[in-house]
């Protein structure tokens, strides 16, 4: 087990992961908080499906868990099947409590708006009512830290802050006698579990953010026909519209940089595992392939959902939509780069895989840096955007070959969606070669470059390398201390790797492309 990572037991009964309806319910928030804390879930809902008595099975469980954290609703809750006297929650307070765990108590509380339909505001059968509102009374007056909560955010912000506030005294308590794996493949093993589950994680967060993006496409739908429709009935239309999305638009931009956070503690750990060296053993990486896979399909699909949808907006033309389209376009800068992450872990174990490249270059910005600023303007271009960053300027050529240097002239500047062109010195240059006709650039095309957003490993940047006139590239990036590799995405090319010697300069990321018309097949 890994050392440093929060064992977390989560208590409820079943009808929580389900309320309330049509939102995210009380239990995705506390999985959430656990997340975001670093933690490791263990839950109840798997112990009555086991044949063995679930008794001894819950307090075996119990025994591996760092802290405890009880949800309280109104039912009872089954009875243990060998101790019916008490509910599993019940049970699982009590386990806690002998082992001395530390306990996090959130009862829903019943002087609030819960939202919840009316049979879930008490258990139906008498005596386990009876048996509920004493255990509830029991918790106030003995759990360690007790909190009424009225809603599944408030919830994971009171755990969040628990968690993480009480996290170096939770592990120093973890007992000094926890096995450990004696065997270096039991050791990575256990590495790739704990990896393959963080994207299992990530991809759990990311499909609750895809069903808020259900329920904002539904919101935000504009009726038929309403561009013939007389303007001030429009403009009230657009109005209400806009207003029901905004809230939803909050929680996909919450839930979107969970996405990220999640993916990035993914990252991490397939660089531990790749550093153990399990990526010795290719023919092992199937599941980890697949589960990154999953997650890279998944963002895509988001991604291409969120793009939709604010293009729709953006042409709708009201004003009213302004703060969902801000939301929704930080969404999809979250999920972007979660999608970017995965597609970097995706080559990279690919190549592992293949045997093509025994090591996945990390990335260490600052030495790689060391020996110059490594960010350059290519020459002749202005990197003045005009106006909100959609206006930028176009000029120069970027080999996806061979290397050639931007062009001297200004061919003068091109409309882009400002999504694409986030700071202010974006600015366009036109493909020359077949070398990333993998990812979809073609001679002619022209890619926007902004260099204020950070690169990171898998990304396609366009490079300078050299003095006087430099040569330009555009390539998928990988940095390994001083070093960096560029990959093409055509496999007739070979991947090119440049020290401190050859001064390479990274002049941007590539945000996105476009095509002129007579370039379409």
Request: glycine letters at 6%; proline letters at 6%.
């Amino acid at each position: 087990m890994d050392p440093a990572e929060l064992r977390v037991f989560l208590s409820h009964t079943s009808e929580l992961r389900n309320l309330p309806k049509g939102g995210r319910s009380f239990v995705d928030a506390a999985e959430q908080a656990v997340i975001r804390a670093e933690g490791k879930i263990t839950d109840m809902q798997y112990f009555t499906a086991r044949e063995d008595k679930p008794a001894d099975y819950c307090r075996e469980q119990l025994q591996l868990a760092d802290v405890y954290v009880g949800i309280i609703g109104f039912r009872y809750g089954s009875p243990v099947r060998d101790d019916p006297d008490r509910s599993y929650v019940e049970l699982e307070f009590d386990t806690a409590t002998e082992r001395g765990l530390p306990r996090l108590i959130f009862l829903l509380d019943e002087e609030a708006d819960l939202r919840l339909p009316a049979e879930y505001l008490k258990d139906p059968d008498i005596e386990r009512e009876a048996r509920q509102r004493a255990f509830r009374a029991r918790l106030k007056e003995s759990a360690g830290t007790a909190a009424m909560v009225d809603m599944p955010e408030r919830l994971e912000t009171l755990l969040f802050q628990a968690l993480t506030k009480e996290r170096a005294s939770l592990l120093a308590k973890r007992s000094l006698q926890q096995p450990s794996a004696s065997e270096p493949e039991d050791s990575m093993f256990a590495l790739a579990s704990r990896a393959q589950q963080r994207w299992q994680d990530a991809l759990s967060v990311l499909r609750g953010t895809a069903r808020v993006m259900d329920r904002t496409e539904r919101r935000g739908a504009a009726p038929p026909g309403i561009d013939g429709w007389e303007y001030v009935d429009q403009q009230a239309v657009h109005r209400r519209l806009a207003s029901s999305m905004t809230e939803l638009t909050v929680e996909l931009e919450s839930q979107a940089v969970q996405v990220a956070q999640v993916v990035k503690e993914a990252k991490v750990q397939v660089e531990q595992l790749r550093e153990s060296g399990f990526t010795q053993l290719p023919g092992r990486l199937t599941p980890m392939i697949e589960s990154v896979s999953d997650l890279e399909s998944a963002s895509s699909e988001l991604l291409y959902r969120i793009m939709r949808l604010l293009d729709d907006l953006n042409n709708r033309g009201c004003s009213d939509y302004d703060v969902p389209y801000e939301n929704l376009s930080r969404a999809h800068e979250r999920i972007e780069d979660a999608s970017s992450d995965a597609a970097s872990i995706m080559k990279g174990l690919q190549r592992m895989q293949t045997g093509s490249s025994s090591r996945t270059p990390r990335a260490a910005r600052s030495s790689a840096r060391q020996h110059s600023d490594r960010r350059s303007t290519p020459p002749g271009l202005d990197w003045t955007t005009q106006t909100n960053a959609k206006n930028v300027p176009a000029g120069g050529e970027v080999s996806a070959g061979t290397g050639t240097v931007p062009g001297e002239a200004d061919v003068g500047t091109v409309f882009v969606p400002p999504r694409y062109a986030r700071g202010d010195k974006a600015f366009t240059v036109v493909v020359k070669g077949d070398s990333m006709i993998g990812d979809g650039l073609r001679d002619g095309d022209y890619v926007i470059v902004d260099p204020s957003q950070e690169e990171r490993d898998g990304d396609i940047v366009v490079v300078l390398v050299g003095q006087g006139e430099p040569e330009a590239v555009v390539k998928r990036m990988w940095q390994d201390g001083t070093t960096i590799r560029l990959e093409s995405s055509n496999p007739e090319h070979a991947p090119m790797t440049f020290g401190p010697e050859d001064d390479p300069r990274i002049a941007g990321k590539v945000t996105g492309i476009f095509r002129p018309v007579e370039r379409l097949p």
